[in-house]
């Protein structure tokens, strides 16, 4: 636009970013209906716009960083909603992540949180032998019975309580890389993204996928060499550590004979779709995620487009589906599960009348836990007001918030994972 913008401050320094993404903001509002925090606070600085308006104050350097404005920042999460109803189409997400890198480089978080950050996003996540020991610790949590003895358990342990479930005892591991071959003719070929979280706490929704996609004629080859997808590390403000763990990704992967890479997490999707984002200023790497990226592909969106088999069983269900943020808002899919589910035969689908974000946002709870409670428990709301029997996600971290808050109501209603129903709905050989 011609618009000269003066660089005072170092906030956006050595980014991809165009600064004159900030400027695009025209402050309409229409924004504010669709931000979880500007619709439970009713503040104008807990909003997108709000929220911009104080990354330019720092940029030009009108204001300093200071511990209240890191609050109104941190508390976002990151759903990126507003972007959908954005009529000047500003990148908030990308915005957002920025800044939050400006707010860990400059050291402004407190010291637990620091810490807290480094062991997640520097230790636990990249590392699926210490994710694996974790996971550990939380059923020695459970048996103990811990989480209900409110005396002695810490404060920042709550909100481990909604992965107090059932956990699978099988992990879902590639002890070396792992193919799994389709019987079926006419064979298609595809790569699987295992991830971090998954294969310890939904490890059963992983081989699930497995089956699906072979029952639906794909090879399925899950490369040993990959890593966390590194989402959690950009929502942290761990940029370097998210493009270490894209470059490892990117790595295992680009040079397999595949057709998609296939993703069951709404959220390793939506970040694995912009890597390209993280290597705007890395020539060497850059080429390589546009082809990376082009590439993935969620379940569903998959299952559409081969297409997909209809399965044989009868599942009299009543269902609601839950639109994940990052699958919805950023990736755009939300006919592609629905369709899915008209494919099995007794399905009926009942929208929810709200299906705004659960307040899950990686682990958002960890830091905001009223916050993440309060959602979750409108979200609860809408879910019940369908009255449905399962309510079904493409997100492990959404299925992890609605199962703690059922768990909470002693709710009866099933969370289960899209695949797992269109997996109970096949039949296969025995």
Same mark, same amino acid.
């Given at each position: 636009?011609?618009?000269?913008?003066?660089? *005072?401050? !170092?906030?956006? =320094?050595?980014?991809?970013?165009? $600064?004159? +993404?900030?400027?695009k903001? @025209?402050?309409?509002?229409?924004c504010?209906?669709?931000?979880?925090?500007?619709?439970?606070?009713?503040?104008?600085?807990?909003?997108?716009?709000?929220?911009?308006?104080?990354?330019?104050?720092?940029?030009?350097?009108?204001?300093?960083?200071?511990?209240?404005?890191?609050?109104h920042?941190d508390?976002c999460?990151?759903?990126?909603?507003?972007?959908s109803?954005?009529?000047?189409?500003?990148?908030?997400?990308?915005?957002?992540?920025?800044?939050k890198?400006?707010?860990?480089?400059?050291?402004?978080?407190?010291?637990?949180r620091?810490?807290?950050n480094?062991?997640?996003?520097?230790?636990?996540?990249?590392?699926?032998?210490?994710l694996?020991?974790?996971?550990?610790?939380?059923?020695?949590?459970?048996?103990?019975?811990?989480?209900?003895?409110r005396?002695? *358990?810490? !404060?920042?342990? =709550?909100?481990?309580d909604?992965? $107090?479930? +059932?956990?699978?005892?099988? @992990?879902?591991?590639a002890?070396?890389?792992?193919?799994?071959?389709?019987t079926?003719?006419?064979?298609?070929?595809?790569?699987?993204?295992?991830?971090?979280?998954?294969?310890?706490?939904q490890?059963?929704?992983?081989?699930?996928?497995?089956?699906?996609?072979?029952?639906?004629?794909?090879?399925?080859?899950?490369?040993?060499?990959?890593?966390?997808?590194?989402?959690?590390?950009?929502h942290?403000?761990d940029?370097?550590?998210?493009?270490?763990?894209a470059?490892?990704?990117?790595?295992?992967?680009?040079?397999?004979d595949?057709?998609?890479?296939i993703?069951?997490?709404?959220?390793?999707g939506?970040i694995?779709?912009?890597?390209?984002?993280?290597f705007?200023?890395?020539?060497?790497y850059?080429e390589?995620?546009?082809?990376?990226?082009?590439?993935?592909?969620?379940?569903?969106?998959?299952?559409?487009?081969?297409?997909? $088999?209809?399965?044989?069983k009868?599942?009299?269900?009543?269902?609601?589906?839950?639109?994940s943020?990052?699958?919805?808002?950023?990736q755009?899919?939300?006919?592609?599960?629905?369709?899915?589910?008209?494919?099995i035969?007794?399905?009926?689908i009942?929208?929810?009348?709200?299906?705004k974000?659960?307040?899950?946002?990686?682990?958002?709870?960890?830091?905001?836990?009223?916050?993440?409670?309060?959602?979750?428990?409108s979200k609860?709301?809408?879910?019940e007001?369908?009255?449905?029997?399962?309510?079904?996600?493409?997100n492990?971290?959404?299925?992890?918030?609605?199962?703690?808050?059922?768990?909470?109501?002693?709710?009866?209603?099933?969370?289960?994972?899209?695949?797992?129903?269109?997996?109970?709905?096949?039949?296969y050989?025995?």
């Open positions: 636009m011609g618009m000269e913008i003066k660089r *005072k401050n !170092t906030i956006f =320094t050595g980014t991809q970013m165009d $600064i004159q +993404d900030l400027y903001c @025209v402050h309409c509002g229409l504010l209906s669709s931000c979880p925090t500007y619709t439970v606070l009713g503040k104008e600085t807990d909003s997108p716009r709000g929220r911009i308006a104080y990354m330019k104050a720092i940029y030009e350097e009108k204001t300093d960083l200071t511990p209240r404005i890191v609050s920042l508390s999460l990151q759903c990126r909603a507003c972007e109803v954005c009529p000047s189409g500003v990148p908030f997400g990308r915005l957002m992540e920025h800044t890198s400006y707010i860990v480089n400059q050291k402004k978080y407190s010291f637990f620091s810490v807290i480094k062991f997640l996003y520097k230790i636990v996540f990249p590392k699926p032998f210490i694996s020991l974790t996971s550990i610790a939380i059923k020695v949590y459970k048996s103990l019975q811990i989480h209900k003895i005396i002695i *358990k810490p !404060t920042f342990m =709550t909100p481990l909604k992965m $107090i479930t +059932d956990t699978p005892k099988e @992990v879902f591991r002890e070396g890389s792992v193919f799994y071959s389709s079926t003719d006419n064979k298609k070929s595809v790569a699987l993204l295992s991830g971090c979280v998954m294969p310890i706490v490890s059963d929704t992983m081989r699930a996928t497995v089956r699906v996609l072979n029952k639906n004629g794909c090879d399925v080859f899950v490369p040993e060499l990959q890593k966390c997808c590194g989402a959690l590390n950009i942290g403000g940029l370097e550590g998210a493009k270490s763990l470059k490892a990704n990117i790595d295992a992967f680009i040079e397999l595949i057709e998609a890479i993703v069951v997490s709404g959220g390793c939506a694995m779709k912009e890597y390209y984002d993280l705007q200023n890395d020539p060497d850059l390589k995620a546009i082809k990376f990226s082009s590439k993935v592909k969620d379940i569903a969106e998959y299952l559409i487009e081969i297409p997909i $088999i209809k399965p044989e009868k599942l009299n269900y009543n269902v609601t589906y839950q639109d943020c990052h699958l919805s808002n950023v755009k899919i939300t006919t592609p599960p629905r369709k899915l589910l008209e494919e035969e007794g399905i009926t009942i929208e929810m009348e709200d299906n974000c659960c307040g899950a946002a990686g682990v958002y709870s960890l830091f905001h836990k009223e916050m993440s409670s309060v959602l979750a428990g609860m709301d809408s879910i007001s369908t009255r449905a029997d399962v309510v079904i996600s493409g492990p971290g959404c299925m992890i918030q609605i199962n703690g808050e059922a768990s909470k109501r002693k709710s009866s209603i099933k969370v289960m994972h899209l695949v797992d129903i269109l997996d109970e709905a096949y039949t050989p025995s």
